[in-house]
């Protein structure tokens, strides 16, 4: 199953809320913590969605 970001992601620096919404219409909310993965990753996703948010 596929799902996308519906909204930009609330970001703090303990970690991301992201809010998806699947194929079927369903909404979950997603918490990614920032000490669940290495400091490069995390720096590396948070550019990425940041990225994102300035190209709407």
Known sequence: ???????APWMIKSGMMLRLRSDSGKRQHLWLAADS????????????????????
């Open 37 to 56: 993965m290495d400091e490069a990753e995390w720096r590396d996703l948070r550019r990425i969605l940041l990225q994102q948010e300035t190209q709407r």
């Open 1 to 7: 199953m596929e799902h996308n970001i519906v909204k």
